[in-house]
């Protein structure tokens, strides 16, 4: 299409046109055996994508649902254990926010925007709590910074130190371009969303859930309804799901999950990896700088400091000409950061022409 604008940003990102082709299948009944066959397809791809012999709980919604369905399902009503929450940005400190709506106890533990979360400063926060936490939150990529903080270092001292707490990690713009080895790293909820790094329209999300994290929702009474792991679960297990699901994007999802896998999932890391790498070079060649603190810097979505003090609006008005769009800041950061998401299916070329736009917006 010529008006079609190619998208930059963390989400909704670019949808390749063959998958959004997939969707246009013909309709079929939920509660048939061409649905069954379909979920298990697909219940089966998910595991690989998420490195789990255990379960990937689907839902439509946005990640946001499954934010609410670990509170939920995984923190008790106890208020001297709770969860702490592990807050470096905009995102993360709105999961911790869903976890008081839920009538949850909140330790948070918060870092200046741009900063990781330090493997440090999760062991005083475990040792200063009087009793274990039920739970421990992780965003693994906070969107809003572009920091990409240290999961399996977080992991190990939370294993060494409250090996009953249990690891809930948002991964929705990790998951797909970066590997987390759910069974490997002995993880409870990692979950993510369509629109990001699995290249989908937005409308579903999806959680790895473990054994022990299933136990814990037994022994929590008010877990709700649509997010109630043990109903997703009781459902999982016939190939069903409890309440009517977006058929049309699990069209889409069983198709790019076959191209994921047939490009090859360590390839596809390598491909992020090498995006942002390209990016990360961009930006400093350029005159800007980098958000996130050196060595925590992400994978899939580059925040890069305004230091030339473009106007990022004008900016894009700019490469809307150019059939582009990339984003701007989140929240405080608007104007003072941008933002250039490198996920999904785009490669090194989408890259090479964005910069390339970029170069003239400033040159001119």
Known sequence: MSNHIKLFIPGPVEVRESILQAQTAPMIGHRGKAFETLYNRIHEKLCRVFFTNQRVLLSTSSGTGLWE???????????TRGVLATVCGAFSARWADV????????????????CAIKPERVRQAILEHPAPFDAIAIVHNETSTGVMNPLAEIVAVVKELSPDTLILVDAVSSLGGVKIDFDGLGLDVVLTSSQKCFGLPPGLAFAAVSDRALERAKTIKNRGYYFDFIELEKFRLKNHTPATPAISLMFALDKQLDDMLAEGLDARFARHARMAAMTHEWVRS????????????????????????IDVSALNKYLATQGLHISDGYGSLKGTTFRIAHMADLTDADLSELFAAIDRFLAG
């Not at 800007?288 to 992400?298: D, I, N, Q, R």
Request: aromatic residues 8%; hydrophobic residues 30%.
């Open 69 to 79: 369905g670990a509170a939920r399902n995984c923190v008790s009503d106890d208020p």
């Open 286 to 309: 350029r005159g800007f700088g980098l958000f996130a603190e050196p060595g925590y810097e992400s994978l899939t979505v580059t925040c890069a400091s305004n230091t030339r003090n």
């Open 99 to 114: 976890f008081e709506m839920n009538g949850k106890a909140v330790t948070r533990l918060t870092v200046e925007q741009g």
